[in-house]
């Protein structure tokens, strides 16, 4: 299996087009030797692109990648972490105060024992803190040489555009990259944030692209998930612990759409020989405003599978416009009547417009 690789938005970095998620690493059942298995495989497979965040099992996930970056070719891989989350007790130990994000910085450099980060990223707003002041002090981190890139996640389509715009007016350095939840069952960021990274040329980096598991194809209508079934199955047990990005399975169990859809995933899986969850996540590879999909694995096997999305087939155009179709959200006032309105307005020399493409 190879990977492909792409630019990650409008920048010189290329990233392999499936991005390891280190969420899972440090939680039960994967201690730092398992985790250490799945990079090296990782790394095999073709992959140069790891994801973290500090507050991944409060600092372990770094600390265990740190363990393993250290016996590696640092210049070969793209390492990106996050801040923003609460890292301690005192009043300045969360948020995008500069305060919180230089030592968060110094911390995270520690615990993954490298020089740099390629990728440091705002992991959601703060409303309490004005961009002006979390942009400059990643400006500071970058003219220091300690960060190479920056980027958001969990971004609401304004928040985008205000970022993205005082960056450009600003002198602040550029966003190359939305993190946002995005999959079959998440489309909503298509209505916004997707326009303003269009328009902007940032590049998106889904997470959940298999919506907790809901989209691997695994569970049987009628049939409760068993707790051992995965984060789908635990939350069968006790529904209090649902999720936007790890539904309660009674939310799709009589959902006739949700079964449509993934009748018309398990036939594009079985005519190219796939899995539905490799579906699942080629649908996304095949989005023009996606460089690479964040995926997370609790096993080699798991990773190995996941990364069979990552090249050498297609979904076709039929395929994809059927999932389009039948994956389809509700579509609110305004962008419906400004969609009809703009139907045959199109302007080949402006951007064009990712929902009236893709929806």
Known sequence: MVMEYNYLGRSGLRVSNICLGTMTFGREG???????????????????????????SRGISETIIGQWLVKQKREGLVIA????????????????????????CEESLKRLQTDYIDLYQIHCYDDAVPPEEWLGALRDL?????????????????????????????????????????????R?????EFQVC????????PWSPLKGGILTGKYKRGVQPGK???????????ESKALQSAPA????????????????????????????????????????????????????KQLEDNVGAASNWQLSKEQMDELDTLSEPDIPYPYEMIWRFNKERVNSFLPKSFVQNQL
């Open 30 to 56: 994967v201690d730092a030797a398992l985790s250490h298995q799945i990079l090296d495989r990782f790394v095999a497979l073709g992959g140069n692109f790891i994801d973290t965040a500090n507050v991944y």
């Open 81 to 104: 972490t996050k801040v923003r989350g609460t890292m301690g007790e005192g009043v300045n130990d969360v948020g995008l105060g500069r305060k919180h994000i230089l030592q968060s």
């Open 142 to 186: 970058v003219t220091a040489g300690k960060v190479r890139y920056i980027g958001v996640s969990n971004l609401c389509g304004w928040q985008l555009q205000k970022v993205v715009d005082l960056c450009k007016y600003e002198k602040f350095p550029p966003i190359i990259s939305l993190q946002q939840q995005y999959s079959l069952l998440c």
């Open 188 to 192: 909503h960021p298509e209505f916004e």
């Open 198 to 205: 269009k328009n902007e040329g940032v590049g998106v980096l």
């Open 228 to 238: 051992s079934e995965g984060r789908i199955g635990v939350i069968a047990q006790d």
């Open 249 to 300: 399975w009674s939310k799709y169990d009589s959902n006739e759409n949700y079964w449509k859809l993934m009748a018309a995933m398990e036939k594009c899986a079985t005519k190219a020989g796939k899995t539905v969850a490799q579906v699942a996540l080629r649908w996304l590879l095949q989005k023009d405003v996606v460089p690479s999909v964040i995926i997370g694995a609790t096993s080699v």
